[in-house]
């Protein structure tokens, strides 16, 4: 969190239970951190990493509050299938919002349908940072980062999209290139689908166009990059 993080983080009563049983952790959380810094390090630089722990557990929220809910999400996030641990829409589209009044040229509250993925944070920071990212480590080749910076889609401009996006997890697949995505839970047979018209994976195009799916079939076997030879271009992938 700041300073020495053990410490700091105890002395704050971060994970410290509460009397009230309909708020079992009302003392956790970073709210006593900050008074703790605020009354010992007023004025000085800190870094804060905040990792919610709400999608798993246990549920920081009265139970009252908890049961309101109760089922609601069962058929999926939203209108998007799947959720978590799918790599359908509904487990892998996640929001990005930006907020960078000095360097963000474009419109604000404007939104961009442009596809980014966590991969390209690294080269956007690269970018924002002015630095380059290492070929090296102690002498050992570093794998190029496959991303691209977004900071183009920052600026109000058009940038060049990936040539292709690869996802595995547990044995759920996807891939996707250009609009069109290829997609499957694990052993169920290959679904394919227009990300242009049919975001929420309703219409399977798979028994329609065989051809595209044998396509993007041979490109899920694509692999990162080899240390071993970082100067050769690939295409950017990604397998959870």
């Known amino acids: 969190m700041f300073g020495d993080v053990k ?17 079992p952790h009302e003392n956790a959380g970073p709210n006593p951190a900050l008074a703790d810094h605020q009354d010992n390090h007023a004025g000085k630089p800190f870094f804060l990493y905040l990792a919610y722990n709400a999608p798993h557990w246990p549920l ?15 058929a999926g996030w939203d209108a998007l299938r799947k959720h978590k641990h799918w790599t359908h829409e509904g487990g892998i589209a996640t929001p990005l919002i930006v907020h960078w009044p000095r360097g963000l040229k474009a419109k604000p509250g404007s939104i961009t349908r442009q596809v980014g993925h966590v991969i390209d944070v690294m080269p956007t920071l690269c970018e924002i940072g002015a630095v380059e990212y290492p070929r090296q480590d102690n002498g050992k080749p570093v794998t190029p980062t496959p991303g691209k910076s977004l900071v183009p889609i920052f600026q109000g401009e058009q940038r060049d999209p990936h040539d292709l996006l690869v996802w595995e997890h547990f044995g759920n697949t996807a891939v996707r290139m250009g609009h069109r995505k290829l997609v499957r839970s694990r052993k169920e047979p290959w679904e394919l689908y227009d990300m242009q018209t049919d975001r929420t994976e309703l219409h399977n195009l798979a028994a ?14 694509v692999s990162p990059p080899s240390p071993k030879t970082p100067e050769k271009q690939h295409k950017p992938v990604l397998a959870l």
Request: aromatic fraction near 4%.
């Open 7 to 23: 410490t700091r983080a105890c002395a704050a009563g971060v994970g410290a239970a509460s009397s009230d049983p309909e708020r």
């Open 208 to 221: 329609q166009m065989p051809q595209k799916v044998k396509q993007l079939k041979a490109d899920e076997s």
């Open 60 to 74: 920081h929220a009265r139970e009252s509050d908890i049961a309101k809910y109760a089922g609601k999400y069962m």
